[in-house]
């Protein structure tokens, strides 16, 4: 069954990590998106939409989505969101974007969610999700709001009435909607809030010359992504082992040097976002698990410079519990030597607890 032209889209996909850029651009591409750009980071991005911008060139359409991550060193994706959003040299406010982040927590996906996301992808994500994420953008784009503080898709996924502090609509006499600019122009001066119903130009574009929303994202696609996925598994093996190395490196400079120990957790604590992200994806869970606790012992609280010599040796055991899991090529839940992994790491947390 004939699915959406997916060839036709342009995307720019934002990632500071070289594998899991890969990752995404080798799932887009068995997808046939079209053109698939790339950026290292929020500022890379920026200085692309610009130039695309500028150039205007023929046969070269503007970017129609932009897929993430959210945390990344220089600008972040929070930042390159707030740009996209409210710069005037942005070149479409309006524009799709999915944010990823192995950050889920509420207050992270609230403070997002605020600055105009249009869809938030969990790590570790799955093609299936990818796909998801891709077709509600093309299919369901919400609304944008303009209020005093505010510009994105709205808030609300529901038309459901909302009470007491999440309150967030005017009395709706005092909203004006915007179909066309030449409709903005007709505005009422007194309006205390914009809500855009502007064409749904990304569904527009993949219906174009035989396009078909009966078959959605064609699934013989997703399974050729799939495959894909499964065919980057030894370099996934490869990547972690990498940052092992990397995370070696770094408590041994901080066993070393205490007075600057703290800075090596930082190090570690980016690498151990990056480990928590995709374990799942790989068939290596384990790795999403070592990698989130990795994560939550690392983050020092802001000033914090003192790191003590129990907490190196709590990070150890997380450093040798990744590498043990890799060795052994232990997946799934990885039976009697996962339990066995997970159960040494458990103790080693109740000792720096003090239990």
């Known amino acids: 069954m004939a699915g959406y032209r997916l060839d036709r889209l342009s995307i720019l996909l934002v990632e500071d990590s070289e594998f899991i850029r890969n990752l995404l651009f080798s ?11 790339t950026a ?25 989505l932009i897929i993430s991550d959210l945390i990344m060193p220089n600008m972040d994706g929070a930042m390159l969101l707030r740009w996209v959003r ?25 403070a997002i969610r605020d600055l105009g996301v249009s869809e938030f992808l969990a790590k570790p994500f799955t093609v299936r999700a990818i796909a998801t994420h891709l ?31 999440d309150q967030r609509s005017p009395d709706k006499s005092k909203i004006a909607v915007v179909y066309t600019a030449r409709s903005l122009r007709s505005a009422p001066a007194d309006a205390r809030a914009w809500m855009f119903r502007l064409p749904n130009r990304l569904k527009d574009k993949v219906l174009a010359f ?51 120990a703290f800075l090596q957790l930082g190090e570690m604590n980016q690498v151990a976002h990056e480990l928590r992200g995709q374990g799942a994806t790989f068939g290596y869970p384990l790795i999403t698990t070592f990698g989130r606790s990795l994560h939550e012992y690392t983050t020092l609280e802001r000033d914090v410079t003192d790191v003590s010599p129990e907490l190196l040796e709590l990070i150890k055991a997380h450093i040798d519990g990744i590498r043990a899991v890799m060795a052994e090529k232990v997946k ?24």
């Open 27 to 37: 799932v887009l591409r068995s997808m046939e998106v079209g053109h698939i750009h």
């Open 210 to 260: 035989g396009g078909s929303t009966a078959g959605g994202i064609d699934p013989e696609l997703l399974k050729a992504a799939e495959m894909q996925v499964k065919q980057m598994a030894d370099d996934y093996a490869d990547w972690v082992r990498s940052y092992v190395t990397q995370l070696q490196a770094s408590h041994k400079q901080a066993v070393e040097d205490p007075p600057k």
């Open 135 to 165: 077709q509600a953008a093309i299919e369901n784009p919400r609304p944008f709001i303009y209020t005093q503080d505010y510009f994105g898709p709205d808030r609300r996924r529901t038309d459901q009435p909302i009470s007491g502090e």
């Open 40 to 64: 290292r980071d929020g500022a890379e991005a920026i200085e692309f939409l610009k130039s695309r911008a500028r150039l205007g060139m023929p046969g070269q359409g503007p970017v129609d």
């Open 332 to 355: 799934g839940d990885g039976g009697a030597i996962g339990k066995e992994l997970v159960r040494m790491l458990n103790l080693a947390v109740k000792k720096y607890k003090g239990g």
């Open 86 to 110: 409210r710069h005037e040299e942005s070149p479409d406010r309006f524009m799709p974007f999915i944010m990823i982040s192995g950050a889920v927590d509420r207050d992270r996906v609230a």
